[in-house]
């Protein structure tokens, strides 16, 4: 289990850092993951997320 999710945009990420927004503010506790392929989607929007890839539902 090498992934971390960002705090910043709950996006699930490999490595020390958020590729997109750049925050080293990571968490391994989450709960649930939520799979953006078309951030025109309703779904996308309404949870605030911009760019496609994996994202946290919840941070525990
Ligand atoms: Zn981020």
Known sequence: MSDQVCKACKR???GKECA???SGDLT?????T???YDTDSG???SAGQ???G??????V
């Open 12 to 14: 699930i990420i490999e």
């Open 20 to 22: 997109v927004c750049k």
């Open 28 to 32: 391994r506790s989450w709960k649930g």
């Open 34 to 36: 939520l799979i953006v």
């Open 43 to 45: 779904l996308a929007k």
């Open 50 to 52: 911009a760019v496609p």
């Open 54 to 59: 994996k994202y946290a539902m919840h941070i």
